[in-house]
């Protein structure tokens, strides 16, 4: 069967996440891009001094898949590159942890923009 406590766990923290997000565009003047960089960053400063991992383990899926999520799995696979490439690692490391994700979004978006026809706002 399923943990409904599990269910729980990453929905709040998901939703959790996801609320700073708006209090961060209703309360600032930051751009929605900066906020996605800062939740990116936010990701892979958390993975570079360890404290995404426990976050992992607790709440699941409801940090891994917000952007952080992607910015802990740059980090991570930049780190497992250094560790077995060395410096080419790193700069590989990180795009090879992501390519699957990175596939998928580039495929989705070509396929979307076959499907429908993108108007300008007036």
Known sequence: MFDVLMYLKVFAIGGLVCMIGQVLVI???????RILVTFLLLGVFLEAVGAFEPMKQFAGSGVTIPIMGFGYSLAKGAIEGANSSGILGVLTGGLTATAAGITVAVVVAFVVALIFNSKTKK
Not at 27 to 33: E, G, H, I, W
């Open 27 to 33: 309360t600032t003047k930051m751009t929605s891009a």
